[in-house]
Every structure is written in structure tokens, then in C-alpha cells.
């Protein structure tokens, strides 16, 4: 069902809007949390997929907020990949796009997780150049932000950290054309989009950010020749200044995420 504009506009005016998206964020830490200790080489995408649902169902949730991704391995480059059918194997990624619904109401969360509980070197790299790009576009939004100036911006950022990471170099920079970036071969996808009661919400994605809508962030970064990508997802509402996170709670650093996985029974 698509969720009004101009409720999600002023979804602070209705507290028990933001309090029944924030709910289902909370079913969605509680889901992810149980597959963190859930995860690890053999297990097949589906059954992850299954443990979600029951963590959902068992917490109040009717289920998933929209078809959840479950990708391991070179699957975590396919940006909508749904299939859910592969082994998870030793030395691969996890990408779980994956989040509960409850009372109508979406959350849209995403994280990436090592199959045998430890992120390789590199592996790691890749993952902090994303968090590092995730917690600048969270400074960012606020009631005076335009999506697509702030898309521009987070562009420029992943230019610098696929430089570092010798993804593409400053020579790249210099003769690309426009539409044909060479961050593009890495970061296929926007920032963000508007979130409610349907997982892409209804609003002026030309207008400035109002207060009181909820939003996604979710950078990546995808390398199709090292055969895994890496995308963190938050939900955050606009407030007068900055945001508020409604998915601070879930883990996202990673070595939060490795504690965790290795400190299972």
C-alpha cells in the first residue's frame, strides 16, 4: 500500500506513526540479532531467511516488510538478488537486506556480515569505507538537505574512499564523463529514499527534507572482480536539526559484529 506524502510529511504531527516505524526497526534488531548467532558456513540463504521470519512472527510482526535479500558471496553484487537458494560458504560475505513490518509499517535495514564470523582484511577495508560514507550522509540529512544535491555530495565521497581502497585512481577522476562516473562501476544505487507504510514511500524527492519524514541511508560499495559488496542500511527521521536514528541500536560496527558471532554458544 503506498503511504500518503503528506502523512509521511508530517508524520511527527501522529507520535504513534514514528512509534510504530521505531517498532518495527526494534523486530528487525531482534531478527538480526538471532541470525548473527545463526550464521555460519553450510547454512543454506533460505534458512537464514526462516530465521528472520520467526524472529519477526514471534515478536509481534506479520512478517517481512518487502522481499528480503539473503546475499552470500558473489551474490552481494546482484542489487536486488531475491533467489535466497545458495550454500553460505567460509570466506564469504552475507549481505542481509531484510526488515520487519509491523502494523503496516516498514523498516528498511540492511548489514553485511562475515559467514565464518571474521571479516578478512580487505574485506574489512571495503566495509569501513562504507561505514565511514554512512555516518557522513547521516551528518548531512536535515530539514534543509535536497536529496539530489546530497546524493551529489555522497558521490564525491565514495570517489575518495574507491581511490583509497585502489578501486579507481585520480586519473579516472580526470577523464570521466559525465553519467559514465567511475564510481558507478561500484556504487550502483542512491543514498537514500522515503520510507513509511510502503518500503519506497510517496514524496518530493526534489524538496527539501522535511521535518518528521523518515528516510534510509544505504551506500555500497559492490567489486564485481573480488566477488563481494558491502551495503549498511539506517532508518532515520528528519527533526528540526539533524536526524534521529530509529536502527541505532543495531549492530554495524564490525567488530561489534564479529564479538557477537564469536561469542555464541
Same mark, same amino acid.
Given at each position: ?18 512509534? %510504530? ?24 540463504? /533460505?534458512?537464514?531467511?526462516?530465521? /528472520? ?51 503496516? /509499517? ?24 562504507? %561505514? ?24 564525491? *565521497? ?8 585502489? *578501486?579507481?585512481?585520480?586519473?579516472? %577522476? ?11 562501476? /561500484? ?58 536514528? %530509529? ?19
Amino acid at each position: 500500500m503506498a503511504y500518503s506524502a503528506k502523512v509521511i510529511i508530517h508524520a511527527t504531527d501522529d507520535p504513534n506513526v514514528l512509534e %510504530l516505524i521505531q517498532k518495527a526497526t526494534d523486530v528487525t534488531e531482534i531478527g538480526f540479532r538471532q541470525v548473527l548467532n545463526f550464521v555460519k558456513p553450510g547454512v543454506m540463504e /533460505y534458512e537464514v531467511e526462516a530465521a /528472520y521470519v520467526h524472529a519477526f512472527v514471534s515478536n509481534g510482526s506479520r512478517g517481512h516488510a518487502y522481499s528480503p535479500i539473503v546475499a552470500s558471496g558473489k551474490n552481494n553484487v546482484v542489487l536486488h538478488y531475491i533467489d535466497n537458494s545458495q550454500k553460505c560458504k567460509s570466506g564469504d560475505l552475507l549481505l542481509l537486506d531484510v526488515a520487519a513490518e509491523y502494523a503496516n /509499517y516498514s523498516a528498511d535495514v540492511t548489514r553485511t556480515i562475515p559467514v565464518s564470523g571474521r571479516f578478512t582484511k580487505r574485506q574489512k577495508d571495503v566495509y569501513n569505507a562504507v %561505514l565511514r560514507i554512512h555516518r557522513a550522509a547521516i551528518r548531512m540529512m536535515g530539514p534543509k538537505t535536497i536529496y539530489f544535491d546530497f546524493q551529489k555530495e555522497i558521490e564525491k *565521497l565514495m570517489e575518495q574512499e574507491l581511490i583509497k581502497l585502489k *578501486l579507481i585512481s585520480k586519473a579516472d %577522476l580526470t577523464n570521466q564523463k559525465p553519467g559514465q562516473e567511475a564510481f558507478r562501476g /561500484y556504487f550502483y544505487h542512491g543514498t537514500s529514499h522515503m520510507l513509511g507504510l510502503d518500503v519506497h514511500d510517496l514524496g518530493d524527492m526534489h524538496a527539501k527534507m522535511a521535518i518528521g519524514s523518515v528516510w534510509t541511508v544505504e551506500p555500497g560499495i559492490y567489486v564485481r572482480k573480488e566477488g563481494f559488496g558491502v551495503r549498511l542500511e539506517n532508518n532515520v527521521v528528519i527533526l528540526n536539526k539533524g536526524v534521529k536514528d %530509529l536502527t541505532a541500536n543495531i549492530p554495524i560496527e564490525a567488530e561489534e559484529i564479529e564479538e557477537i558471532m564469536n561469542s555464541r554458544l
